[in-house]
């Protein structure tokens, strides 16, 4: 565990820079992504970030992975990366993945293990388990710290809230609908 004497004070990227000659392997090492995660959430999916918030190491270094496994119909919800274009690589399972361009054309595929698809810097994007079985990919990012904004939870969960008639506009639902969306995504008390 590091304390404030191994750090300088200089932060580069946000993030604190290490003293060098208080800097080690564990800087540079991550276990988190060799096992399996349990996705036992209303979306059935567990995303297990690898990123310079736990490897001080990639500071600087443009680079970062994660983990995410998948219940059987689990989906990573749609989302974006505005930080990162990504990679993934299905290690078990299969997936519908897809992303949206910017002229609102969806492009999908059904992958499978040992297949990749990849994802543009900041579209918004999606994956499903489409099996029977649990499904699990390691994904790539070239940024050490990608960023993810949940398009669902960002419209819905926002504080302060997004105002209801905006949303009701936006969705062509009625304010009651927003309502009740609004009260799955409000924060945890």
């Not at 689990?74 to 299905?90: Q, Y």
Request: aromatic share 10%.
């Amino acid at each position: 565990m590091a304390t404030y004497i191994d750090y300088i004070g200089v932060k580069v990227n946000g993030f604190p820079c290490k003293n060098p000659s208080s800097i080690g392997a564990n800087d540079f090492f991550f276990a988190g992504l060799a096992k399996p995660g349990f996705p036992n959430n209303t979306v059935g999916s567990l995303v297990t970030a690898a990123n310079v918030e736990k490897i001080p190491g990639l500071n600087t270094l443009g680079v970062s992975m994660s983990r995410i496994d998948y219940a059987p119909g689990g989906v990573n919800p749609p989302h974006t990366h505005p930080r990162a274009t990504e990679i993934v690589f299905l290690l078990e399972g299969e997936l519908e993945v897809g992303f949206i361009t910017t002229s609102n054309v969806l492009i999908s595929k059904w992958i499978k293990k040992g297949e990749i698809f990849v994802f543009p810097k900041g579209l918004v994007h999606f994956q499903k388990n489409i099996g029977r079985t649990p499904a699990a990919v390691i994904t790539a990012f070239n940024s050490q710290f990608p960023g993810t904004q949940s398009i669902a939870a960002t419209l819905f969960g926002a504080s302060p809230t997004v105002p209801d008639d905006v949303l009701s506009k936006a969705f062509q639902i009625g304010r009651k609908e927003v309502q009740k969306i609004k009260t799955k995504f409000a924060p945890k008390k």
